[in-house]
């Protein structure tokens, strides 16, 4: 069965991200979350809260503390881009 992933930030490296689980057999993309609606699918990252197996957190770092956390918390799998957050507090 295919795991269910979501890119959170459709920009610069995000969309390579979207391309690599696009192409991979073992995933899904189910979602795409950015703030240009010709981006994604939704503009909220909550939105994928209780629908994906994963997520890959590929926003400003300013908001990668604030994202990957949520995501944690509601028992979803994260892979944050680096840096993992602006300081070593929300490390």
Known sequence: MKKKIAVIGAGSFGK??????????RAELAFVVDKDPALGHTADYRDVIGKVDAAIVAVPTVAHAEIGCALLEAGIDVLVEKPIAPTLAEA
């Open 16 to 25: 390579n991200h979207v391309r690599v689980v696009s192409e991979s057999t």
